[in-house]
C-alpha cells in the first residue's frame, strides 16, 4: 500500500512540474489570445500565422516571468510590461497602420484579456491539482474484503 501511495505521489509531482513548464499553459494563452486579436483586428492568414508564433513565444516568457517572480509582483509587472512593449514593436510592422491603430487602442483591453484567462486556467489547475489529491486520499481510506480460503472436499468414492 505504502508502494501505491509513493508512486501516486511520483507521478504526481512529475505530471505537475512538467505542467509548470509552459507546457499547457503558455500554448492555451498563446491561442486564446491569438484568437481574439485575429477576431477583432480582422487578420489575413499571413498575419494571423505570424501573430500566433509572437503570441506563443510571449506568452512563453511571460509564464517563465511568473513563475521566476512569483514572489516579487512590482518585477514581474515590470518584465510583463517589458514582453508586452516587444508586441506593440513587432505588431508594427506586422499589421497595416489601419489593423494597428485599431490594435493600439485595444492594446490595454487585450493585456487585460490575457491576464484574466491565466488566472482562470490557474484556478482551473489548481482544482485539478485538489480533485487528485482528494481522490488519492480516498483510495488510501479504502478497505478490501479479506480473502476467503478455499476449502476442498474429497468426493464421495463412486464407481
Known amino acids: ?7 501516486l505521489a511520483l507521478v504526481l509531482s512529475v505530471s505537475f512540474a512538467s505542467f509548470a513548464q509552459n507546457g499547457g499553459t503558455a500554448e492555451q ?3 486564446n489570445l491569438s484568437d481574439k486579436m485575429i477576431r477583432e483586428l480582422q487578420l489575413n ?10 503570441n506563443l513565444a510571449n506568452a512563453k516568457k511571460m509564464v517563465d516571468f511568473e513563475a521566476k517572480h512569483a514572489n ?3 518585477e514581474l509587472e515590470r ?13 508594427e510592422g506586422l499589421l497595416s497602420t489601419a489593423q494597428y ?8 483591453s487585450f493585456n487585460s484579456y490575457d491576464r484574466a484567462y491565466a488566472q482562470q486556467l490557474l484556478k482551473e489547475n489548481g482544482k485539478a491539482a ?13 478497505t478490501f474484503p479479506q480473502p476467503e ?3 476442498i472436499k474429497e468426493a464421495a468414492p463412486g464407481n
Open 1 to 7: 500500500m505504502k508502494r501505491l501511495v509513493y508512486t
Open 29 to 31: 494563452r498563446a491561442k
Open 45 to 54: 492568414n499571413y498575419q494571423s500565422r505570424k501573430l500566433r508564433e509572437m
Open 72 to 74: 516579487n509582483p512590482a
Open 79 to 91: 518584465c510583463i510590461n517589458g514582453v508586452c512593449k516587444e508586441r506593440d514593436v513587432a505588431l
Open 101 to 108: 491603430s485599431r490594435y493600439y487602442g485595444a492594446r490595454k
Open 130 to 142: 485538489k480533485s487528485l489529491i482528494a481522490q488519492d486520499k480516498e483510495s488510501t481510506k479504502r
Open 149 to 151: 480460503t478455499a476449502v
